[in-house]
Every structure is written in C-alpha cells, then in structure tokens.
C-alpha cells in the first residue's frame, strides 16, 4: 500500500545514548514511514530531563546507521505557544480543571478500595472555587482534562484495536511544564505526522492521547507500538546490563553497520543495506515477540543475538 502524504517519526528525549532498543525502534520507525512514502521526521523531546550533549550523540548515533530525515529537525522547546494554545482551548471547552495532589495523595488513594491503579481517582475535579484559591495559596496546581469517558479504542497497526483507560491525566505540569501526553499529540499534529511508531510500553498511553486529539478536533494518527527490547531475564533493555550502545559496542569491535545488521536480522529482513531492508519490508512478518537482548553475545559474535521470537 502506497500512502504519499503525511509523515512518520522518531521522537527521543535526549536523556543519554540511545540503546540497540531504542536504535531498533528508529529504524522500524524509517521504514514504516518510507515503505509508504511518508516523509521521516526527527523530533526531540526536551520538555523534560534533557543531558547535555545528548541530542548531539542521539543524532550522530542515528546517522551512524544510515537513518535519514526530512527536515526540520524539531525540538518541543522550539515553540511553547503550540501547547498554550491547545490548553486555552481545552479550557474554553470547561475540560481542564486544577489538581493540588500529590505524588504521595494520589497513591494514597490509589490505595483506597475500588481505587483503580494507575488511574487517578478525581480528587480535585469537583472542589469549589473557595477551596481551589485556598490551596492555591500553598502550592502552584497541575492541570487535569475533566475526561468525558473511562476509554477510549486506538486502532494499532501490530496490535489490532485497543482499548484502554482515560483517566482525568495531566495535561500541565504543576512547574507549568505541559505533559508528555499532550506534547505528544499537539507536537504531531502541528508536524502533520499521520503515523507513530514507537515501543510497545507506550501503547497504553495511546487511548489517552487519541482522545485528547479528538478533544482538539485533530486527526488521529495510525499507531504502530513495536516490540521492546529486553534483557535475558526479561525487563526493559538498560544501558546497566552492557554494552548496548554504540559507542559501547564500538569498544568491543562491532561498528555502527555491524549493529545495524545485527537489528535488521532481529527483525527477519536482509542485513545489507537500509535501502535492502526497505524493499523486503512487509510490517504482516515482523516478529510481534519482546526482542531479547543478550549483551554479551552482541559484542562477542556480532550476530543477531535473539530468541526465536514469532
Ligand atoms: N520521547 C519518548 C521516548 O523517548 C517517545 C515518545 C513517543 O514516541 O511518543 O520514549
């Protein structure tokens, strides 16, 4: 299937170096959006933790294995009003209101019978106005969506229709700081991104986020979570169980091309080239399992290093 508009993305926070997981989402990214003639867009997420020099390294680690990007390259700090905008509008709507709680009073409630986990129990939706400047006296307030439902179904490329919660989420920080969820779908939309591909950890933020856009009468993207990359003992791959990135994996002798066929091989597709592995790519035979990531082996063969995983 040919699609010529629109475009996909890679979106990292530049917290460090990227690991093999991370590299491996990119390129999945690149060729979900070039295999149906999407342009590729790089976004950096740097509304939250940023490290320095991290941008720079993620950006050369990308290029190191081929990947290329349409610009302009986008940072989230480029432009605040984006996000101030969409908040008026939610605003306007009567869809936002102020939360005072606490990590600690939220898990308290959390606690509480029939609390669900995870979703916050709407503690501050119907406080009154007395009350609000009372609280507001001691502490700057987060703003919640005043959310009209409990879930909200995303369609997913891999995964098929998903349902998930929509809870009353954050939607600004209490530092004023607006949320990854709303970052995420103001940022997409403004960039004309109709495709997300990212890890499969984010899947359950979707539901979220489709509705939110729906909200801001903005069209909903085709989403696509990819399988994770995870340690022999089953968590999330991390920078602490060995050489997993680039430079680390320079060290012991394996350069970026070699790393590159390493993740192209993971993914069942020809390990010569990009450009090889676009034209056999054909999302209905990816492995839909967790890749698992063996360091050790990574550095020592050079070889994929995965576990039958379809
Ligand atoms: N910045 C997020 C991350 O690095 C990804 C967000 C997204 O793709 O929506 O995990």
């Known amino acids: 299937m040919r699609e010529s508009t629109g475009a996909g993305r890679f979106a990292p926070s530049p917290t460090g170096e990227l690991h093999v997981g991370n590299l491996r989402t990119a390129i999945l990214a690149w060729l979900f959006a070039r295999s149906t003639d999407r342009r590729f867009l790089l976004r950096i997420e740097d509304l939250d933790r940023v490290r320095a020099g991290a941008e720079q390294a993620q950006l050369r680690e990308l290029m190191a294995l081929g990947l290329t990007w349409d610009s302009p390259l986008t940072r989230q700090s480029d432009d605040g009003h984006r996000y101030v905008r969409a908040l008026e509008n939610l605003r306007h709507a009567g869809m936002l209101y102020e939360c005072f709680c606490t990590r600690r009073d939220i898990a308290d409630a959390s606690s509480a019978p029939h609390a669900v986990p995870g979703i916050y129990p709407g503690t501050c939706r119907d406080l009154g106005e007395a009350e609000r400047a009372r609280l507001r006296l001691a502490k700057p307030p987060a703003l919640r969506l005043r959310s009209g439902v409990d879930t909200w179904t995303i369609i997913d490329e891999l995964n098929g229709n998903y349902a998930g919660s929509v809870d009353d989420f954050v939607v600004r920080r209490n530092d004023g700081v607006p949320s990854y969820n709303l970052a995420v779908v103001v ?124």
């Open 187 to 310: 940022d997409d939309a403004a960039a004309g991104i109709d495709q997300v591909v990212r890890g499969y950890d984010l899947l359950s933020s979707s539901p979220r986020q489709a509705y939110l856009g729906e909200l801001l009468g903005l069209p909903t993207p085709r989403y696509v979570h990819v399988p994770l990359a995870l340690n022999p003992d089953g968590r999330r791959l991390a920078k602490r169980d060995g050489a997993v990135t680039l430079e680390d994996l320079a060290s012991q002798g394996l350069d970026a091309s070699q790393v590159r066929d390493v993740i192209l091989g993971s993914l069942g597709l020809p390990t010569a080239s990009l450009a090889d592995a676009l034209v056999a790519f054909d999302p209905s035979n990816l492995p839909r399992a967790p890749w698992i990531v063996s360091p050790s082996r990574l550095s020592s063969t050079g070889m994929p290093s995965v576990t039958p995983n379809r």
